[in-house]
């Protein structure tokens, strides 16, 4: 729980988190720059998008808790587990039920890119453990630093009350989210790792923020196509356009989704 008793040290250049915090700095850099992310950000998110969103997230989140939990004792992992705290699964599906249904798991779907993810994280939970520390670190601190602030943009955005529809975005198990932010990466760091594995987890963030925006910039040209047709066929040919879009291209489906995703990683893993 985030009220437990070690006081976390001060973060050094040799810590773990600061190696990671470096080492993505330009991925990051180049992530919060984009126009999507700067456009979320001005509330400007369909629900549609959101949907899309919360359909990979559960894929991927299903994929990272699953190989945490049964890598619960391995000793690069032990230090980071806090299923009471950070887990995310429940609140996923709580949310995709309050969108699509009880049957919700029968309209989850999700392309190609999502699944060659959640492939890797299911890789390296069965072969490499310590590289999901990479993974858990950018993920679920992303998510706990610009969760309050993204959560109130959807709501507004799309006009929802209370809580349904955004519990993705509360951590009810994390009564000060600076204090348990301290805590983990104080854990973090105080994992044993050679160098090599040091190294193996530093690229392992680094290629997971870059296949995102490998993604996300790939959304950015699907997006400027979109802007040509509108501009070409008028607002109504257009919103016919967007619907068959949707409807027929899981890639555009993904890229959206992956959009508002990196929002969190951008908005979040500087204020670690």
Known sequence: MDSMQSKPREATGSDLSEQIKAATKDSHVRAENTQLMLSYQKGQITPTQYKL??????????????ELDRN??????????????????ESLELD????????????????AATHR??????????????????HAYTRYLGDLSGGQVLGKITQKSLGLSGNKGVLFFSFPGVTSPNRFKQLYR??????????QQRRDVLDEATTAFELNIEVFDDLQKMLSITEEASSEKGNDATSKTLSKTFSSSPVLQFALGVGITLATVGMGVYAF
């Open 53 to 66: 969103l919360l359909c990979s997230l559960y894929e991927i989140y299903q994929a990272l808790e699953e």
């Open 72 to 89: 619960a004792a391995h000793p690069a992992v032990q230090p980071v587990y806090f299923p009471q705290e950070l887990a995310r699964l």
């Open 96 to 111: 995709l039920e309050h969108f699509f249904g009880p049957h919700w798991r029968k309209r989850v779907t999700v392309p």
């Open 117 to 134: 993810y959640t492939q890797r994280l299911r890789e390296i939970g069965r072969n490499r453990p310590d590289l999901l520390v990479a």
């Open 186 to 195: 104080s854990r973090m760091n105080s994992i044993e790792l050679t160098e």
